[in-house]
């Protein structure tokens, strides 16, 4: 990364409409990451490489060059990265830009014409061939002389540039020794770094949202507040757990390596059609209901249900969890029971039946008589107001994410204008997508500004689709929409889930870890709780509906616990697994063993050195797998023949690998290797 | 086509600067056809069908709809088309717009809310449970009485609509009855045509440039004037044949079929390191000179060589052609002989050697000293005026398509501005880029304003090749690059054409009529003219050089004159061959045949009916090939099982086929089939 000018830049491109043409002098077009040219921000976070690429191209023969300039939220240059071919023949090229904090960045890419590449290019042919000698040599001293010029050129740097013109320029020399002092590998690297570049053309600035390091790395835990130390009597039948109780659990999470505690919501809950046990129609004497079933005369989305306790107790819960090193997420479910005091203070923020009644949620011929829907057209604004007093009310009581239930069932501009106005206020807070929906409609949301998204990872299985699924959501998409995975929820135990057995959950577990830099557990998982609710993709006795007391102490327990902690660990020790847009999916002769890396280079991190982890999963649950990998060496900053000590960061192992290494992985044993790449001296990929 | 409103509509989209939200209240993202979110306009000539695409979808459950809008240049709206989905489930909308005449049109895709379906999709699952009966109904009935007063419905369909909604309404009526009032066909379709819209959310407007037709259909006919009617004597030498004698020969060309006569240079030729025969470095006596060589004490771009003629002479020339449904086009090969008159009145609008001499173009280690390429960056504006004014001179003579020579050598934004402002003083004039370069530069000049473009058609010769090029011609590249396909130029002699002899000749044609809307021939095509230059991809003893007094009343030529006149007439027949982007590639057996059709619909054609035309061409010059063609029978408008008459508009015979014909193609004497579809009754494709 070249160091930024630090001043404001007199040469920023200036807007497009006081351009007469839309091309300038230097073509640069099709520049990414882009999105309809800028109509949203593409996205990064903190200390994140942002490949930049760009088609730039010149007329005539001579060569052209590119360089990307990123440009902080103060509108000063922060780095100019000499951007370097992608291939050839089309013109593309590439480079990586990294932001060094939070806000609202811009890029732009400056075409510009080569002239000291396109004579080398000339002169190593005319020289030898004794056309115009000294003609020739005499304009690359020239350019030599010119370059020494160049802003960011050293005084020591300038000296050499200019000793190389001299000998260039003497005509009484051998003109095969003229020519070698203009190509020498010392002036060739200052050219590079500091190119000389001619008719210099700006493309426009595209807009780059910068977020805070958590949008794109953390470990998630998700939780029913109400079911930690949640007690069961003969006498007295349940006694809900609190907020106090829930602040005692929280070692044990922490304990396992988590970032953030996600709670589901904890505002009070309707009781006019609550919903009793497994989702029956009538609620039994005792039955707690949703907490999706929001508001009651006790208050609505503003509101702490009483027998969880008090704002005093949520802050005790966020101190206790910012000291176990977590941050809080809260649900923001934006809909409510029949009993939410919106029904009767502000009937036109729901819908009405041609009846006058209001209108329950359905979805024919499913009724769901206790949940009212919003309806943001009768009068958005007053609705807004409310909705930014809760978000600011919570966040000022330290919750740090919003983990938005259903939001694309809300208006796509209410999500873009409160997004950017708690940006404002509370610069820290980040939003995560929960939206199960098709992919028009998860991509914009995205796009209109959630730092986060749940994914279909649940839903892809077998070795194509996880490859093929981690490839997308590391490839383009990256630029926009962050990841997470979760190999369970509330609402979600897929059929692999509920027949693999401890297995399912090991390696799914191990793929969300590291198939993306977000992942999520829902309490429970330790358990391996896998029976669902017949004729249901959801879990049996669902929490949705009950307290869930669990056991963490059982031994299946503790040793599902012992992998997540472990797989925590590893994630921490392994900035490569920090990083999305970073994969490679390698080939594997097995039809369930699905193996991928993930490599930064030096540039990309904020330690020295590179780091590089591959994954390598059984995917079958039932039975060892066995057979070749075929690893992309490049991939891996490796030669074609390079071996490496493979340091298996879960069984601690250490296996010499080249590039076609044999892995037999046990479902119940070791489901996958996670591999450290340690280099053995001199495999070292040439750095050319 | 709906019929356009007529007048201003104050409904147009604000621009988005306006906005508080990138997305509106229905989402409408990606919209095509779009270059970098309108940074190019998206091209279309008059009458030709754009298809237009967009991702609209809403929040919640109820359905969107998507309307495209087409807005003429005087800011009125044309059209207006309700768009269908294209495919499922991802919320991909798509119709097709036809502007009617030349200009700056734009066009915009309002997404909506769909009461009326989403009510539709509600009932027809409640009404037959039994559900909130009467409830529902109501709604439909007001629906259907809110859509009664939709704009554009008549007072009949109002009518219809409200005695629907009074049937719906009737409580007393069986609700089957008065639901299947609601779905009756006749009101479904009013509906389709006047949708009720609901929330109408209006995208940003996008630019269409529309040129008149010729700039995507037309058949061209190279010549180098001065080889018609030359003649060689023994006690004179050559006698250049002249403008006079060029128009002579136009009969002959115009009797072919031709649209478009195009001149290769007609300036003074300079004669300072003239080029001789078969680009000899030295000039024998006698030798013409390239034409390219342009400039000399006689003149330069603005004038004619005296051995041509006169403006007179040029102006009976253009008079001729258009008598005769020609059009002129004129090379514009922007580079200078060293004896142009710019060399010395301005040698700033020349590079300089560092010994003070003008720079002759390199390729090093070649030399072209009998060419001086300017230098756009000296004198820009100086070099500029001159140039508009010598486009503005020949422009005035009657010059109505400029063939420009190597355009990528000189500046983009110089094509830009160019281009527009003749646009601005001879909005007829065209812009014909040959720039055989890498595709960044040729789709760049195609975006900043080239009419037309040459392609790498020439060197696309197996069947693969050949289809997949013309796919991608048809595909997204249609929106904004217009191809012209060349079997040969006085530059282009590829092997497949030295090599393949006649049949060669014929199924390259065959290709070239067919493949695209514009096609052209260098004169002596008809005479197998395919000897290289030993070492070249083009002629022996080419024309540049010297002249060229053909003899077309020789039986090669008579022959394949007559197959160059049947494919310009069964052009002219077959509207499906004067379009672009209506391509369909159809598999085959054999893998030396390839196979393809083109089809407009009906609202597409200016004729009522639609026309389908299924090209199979032998691209096998040396054998006989037969085998099976698989067709996409959707693509002909037919069903699967359907069978039709395929008169073959090359031979005249008629065939009966099915979905997969066996084909049998002889390069001698039939190496393709040009099949005009003519379904048989009852096997038309299903309108749904």
């Given at each position: 990364?070249?160091?930024?000018?630090?001043?404001?830049?007199?040469?920023?491109?200036?807007?497009?409409?006081?351009?007469?043409?839309?091309?300038?002098?230097?073509?640069?077009?099709?520049?990414?990451?882009?999105?309809?040219?800028?109509?949203?921000?593409?996205?990064?976070?903190?200390?994140?490489?942002?490949?930049?690429?760009?088609?730039?191209?010149?007329?005539?023969?001579?060569?052209?060059?590119?360089?990307?300039?990123?440009?902080?939220?103060?509108?000063?240059?922060?780095?100019?990265?000499?951007?370097?071919?992608?291939?050839?023949?089309?013109?593309?090229?590439?480079?990586?830009?990294?932001?060094?904090?939070?806000?609202?960045?811009?890029?732009?890419?400056?075409?510009?014409?080569?002239?000291?590449?396109?004579?080398?290019?000339?002169?190593?042919?005319?020289?030898?061939?004794?056309?115009?000698?000294?003609?020739?040599?005499?304009?690359?001293?020239?350019?030599?002389?010119?370059?020494?010029?160049?802003?960011?050129?050293?005084?020591?740097?300038?000296?050499?540039?200019?000793?190389?013109?001299?000998?260039?320029?003497?005509?009484?020399?051998?003109?095969?020794?003229?020519?070698?002092?203009?190509?020498?590998?010392?002036?060739?690297?200052?050219?590079?770094?500091?190119?000389?570049?001619?008719?210099?053309?700006?493309?426009?600035?595209?807009?780059?949202?910068?977020?805070?390091?958590?949008?794109?790395?953390?470990?998630?835990?998700?939780?029913?507040?109400?079911s930690i130390g949640a007690r069961f009597s003969s006498a007295h039948g349940w006694e809900s757990g609190t907020l106090r109780t829930a602040a005692v659990g929280l070692d044990r999470i922490a304990a396992m390596g988590f970032d953030v505690l996600y709670l589901t919501p904890i505002h009070p809950i309707g009781t006019t059609f609550r919903k009793g046990r497994n989702n029956a129609l009538e609620a039994s004497p005792g039955d707690p209901g949703s907490p999706y079933a929001i508001g009651s005369s006790q208050g609505g989305h503003d509101a702490i249900h009483p027998d969880l306790g008090t704002f005093d107790d949520f802050d005790a819960l966020v101190a206790r969890a910012r000291d176990l090193g977590m941050e809080v997420a809260l649900d923001l479910a934006l809909q409510c029971s029949p009993d939410h005091p919106w029904v009767s203070k502000h009937p036109e923020w729901f819908s009405r039946r041609s009846d006058g009644t209001i209108a329950y949620a359905e979805n024919p011929p499913k009724k769901y008589q206790d949940i009212y829907p919003l309806s943001f057209d009768n009068d958005p604004e007053g609705l807004y107001a409310e909705i930014v007093r809760i978000c600011d009310l919570w966040a000022r009581h330290g919750v740090t994410i919003f983990r938005v239930d259903n939001p694309h069932t809300k208006p796509l501009p209410f999500w873009e204008r409160l997004i950017a106005d708690m940006a404002t206020r509370h610069p820290d807070v980040l939003f995560l997508a929960e939206a199960f929906t098709r992919p028009p409609m998860m991509h914009t949301l995205a796009l209109v500004g959630f730092h986060q998204s749940y994914t279909y990872f649940a839903w892809r299985n077998t070795k194509t689709e996880v490859a093929d699924y981690l490839a997308e959501l590391a490839g383009d998409w990256g630029s926009y929409m962050r990841p997470t995975l979760w190999p369970t929820t509330h609402d979600i135990l897929t059929p692999f889930m509920q027949w693999g057995g401890e297995p399912a959950f090991m390696l799914r577990a191990i793929l969300a870890a590291t198939g993306a830099p977000t992942w999520g557990i829902y309490s429970g998982y330790e358990l391996i709780e896998n029976v669902a609710r017949p004729g249901s993709e959801e879990q049996i006795d669902n929490e949705k509906y009950e307290y869930k007391a669990r056991d963490f102490t059982a031994p299946v327990a503790q040793k599902m616990s012992r992998l997540l902690g472990e797989l925590n660990r590893i994630r921490r020790a392994h900035p490569a697994l920090q990083r999305l847009r970073n994969l490679t999916v390698h080939p594997t002769s097995d039809d369930a063993t699905v193996c991928f890396s993930r490599r930064l280079d030096d540039g990309d991190t904020a330690s020295a050195a590179p780091d590089t982890v591959i994954v390598v999963v059984n995917l079958d649950a039932r039975a060892v797998r066995e057979g070749m990998v075929y690893l992309d060496m490049g991939a891996l900053g490796l030669g074609p023949d390079g071996v490496f000590d493979a340091h298996d960061e879960l069984s601690g192992h250490t296996y010499r690998w080249n590039s076609t290494p044999f892995v037999r992985l046990d479902p119940w044993t070791n489901p996958g290797h996670i591999i450290h790449v340690r280099p053995v001296r001199g495999t070292e990929a040439d750095p050319t």
């Open positions: 990364m070249a160091p930024g000018t630090g001043s404001p830049d007199a040469h920023l491109p200036r807007p497009a409409s006081s351009r007469a043409t839309a091309v300038g002098r230097i073509a640069v077009v099709d520049v990414g990451p882009v999105h309809e040219a800028g109509r949203w921000p593409a996205r990064a976070v903190v200390g994140e490489a942002v490949p930049v690429t760009a088609t730039v191209f010149r007329d005539g023969h001579d060569l052209a060059g590119a360089t990307a300039v990123l440009v902080g939220p103060d509108g000063v240059v922060a780095a100019r990265e000499q951007m370097v071919p992608l291939g050839r023949g089309l013109d593309r090229w590439q480079c990586r830009l990294v932001p060094h904090a939070p806000g609202e960045w811009s890029f732009f890419v400056e075409g510009w014409s080569d002239p000291v590449g396109s004579w080398r290019r000339d002169a190593l042919i005319k020289i030898p061939e004794g056309i115009d000698v000294d003609l020739t040599l005499d304009v690359g001293a020239d350019l030599l002389a010119e370059a020494a010029q160049v802003p960011g050129v050293t005084r020591g740097q300038a000296a050499l540039l200019e000793a190389s013109a001299a000998i260039v320029r003497r005509s009484d020399g051998d003109p095969r020794d003229r020519l070698a002092a203009a190509t020498a590998p010392e002036v060739l690297e200052i050219l590079r770094r500091h190119p000389l570049r001619h008719l210099v053309t700006p493309s426009t600035p595209y807009p780059l949202r910068v977020a805070r390091e958590r949008a794109l790395v953390g470990a998630w835990y998700e939780v029913f507040p109400r």
